[in-house]
Structure formats: C-alpha cells, structure tokens
Nanobody
C-alpha cells in the first residue's frame, strides 16, 4: 500500500505564495496521473490541478496563471506552487495518485489565506 504525505501548508497573507509537496512512500504501479484537490468547510474535494505521467497539466479556471503543478519522478514527489494567493484559495489540500482501478490519497494539508 503506497502512502502519500502532503506538506507545505500554512497561513499566508493575500498575495503571498506557498509550495505544497506530496511524497509517495514507494513506486506507484501503472500510474496514470496525479492531482491536487481542495476541500472547503467539509464540502466535497474539488480538483485544483492535475498532471498526467506524460506531463500534460490541467487547472481549474480560478487558479490558472497562479498555480503550477509539477512532478519529480526520481523523488516520487509532486508539487503545487501557489502564487498570488487569495482568501478563496483557503482549504485543506489533498494530493492523489490514480491508476487502473485505484486511487491513493494523502491526509491533507491546511492552507489559510487571510490578512
């Protein structure tokens, strides 16, 4: 069973930046892609950004131009660089990894954007 561990969350002022990391405990078999999701106030997890193993990326419209998703396969680590943060970016950020018939999830890291 692969475990994903997120880190890098915290409290930041509007306009600030954070970089989230998601480290996998081992190799993920037949990985198709990974993503970052945000959960606000107990609501469902909504995708923020995703990256396929081939490198193609997708972003929700609200973060385009501000967030950048990337992966370092050698380090089994995925990143989310978040710039120009806004209060509406606040939430618990989860990473996941998906393949045929499975999805692994991390435990989440809190991001709070507030003045």
């Amino acid at each position: 069973q692969v475990q994903l561990v997120e880190s890098g969350g915290g409290l930041v002022h509007p306009g600030g930046s954070l970089t989230l990391s998601c480290v996998a405990s081992g190799d993920i078999p037949d990985l198709i892609g990974q993503g970052w999701y945000r959960q606000t106030s107990g609501e469902r997890k909504d995708v923020v950004a995703a990256i396929a193993t081939g490198g193609m990326t997708n972003y929700v419209d609200s973060v385009k131009g501000r967030f950048t998703i990337s992966r370092d396969s050698a380090k089994r680590t995925m990143y989310l660089q978040m710039n120009s943060l806004k209060p509406e970016d606040t939430g618990v950020y989860y990473c996941n990894a998906v393949g045929p018939g499975y999805a692994y999830w991390g435990q989440g890291t809190q991001v709070t954007v507030s003045s």
